[in-house]
């Protein structure tokens, strides 16, 4: 019995520090303007993914003209996008919300 439960304790302890690293790798970059972000990405060695199924950027939308890692982004309410990066086995999508100014809300993993 004590055995199993030194084994249980040493599983946990593996299982949080392996999800505390796994959240330490997501660049924190909530509230910066996303060419900010996006130039701290690049100098990070995240590299922009685009994604066959991606949306098509809007004639004249700044917010992904010229950004290939452009999921998605949306033409009313928030001005929401997403962008998708790599590095290594890593992906992640970077929501930002504005038009004029996007701004980053979010870093996640990428669940796909």
């Known amino acids: 019995m004590r055995i199993a ?3 249980a304790a040493a599983f946990v302890i593996l299982s949080t520090a392996s ?5 330490e790798a997501l660049p924190k970059l909530a509230g910066q303007d ?10 990070q060695d ?4 685009a994604l066959p199924d991606a949306d098509q950027c809007m ?30 086995a890593v992906v992640i999508d970077v929501m ?11 870093v996640r993993p990428r669940k796909d």
């Open 96 to 106: 930002t919300e504005g038009e004029e100014r996007p701004v980053v809300r979010y």
């Open 46 to 49: 995240w590299r922009p993914v």
């Open 59 to 88: 004639a004249g939308d700044r917010r992904c003209t010229g950004r290939p890692e452009m999921y998605v982004c949306a033409g009313t309410g928030l001005g929401q996008c997403v962008f998708v990066w790599r590095r290594k």
């Open 5 to 7: 439960g030194i084994i």
């Open 34 to 43: 996303y060419g900010k972000a996006r130039a701290a990405l690049l100098r």
């Open 19 to 23: 999800a505390a690293g796994a959240a």
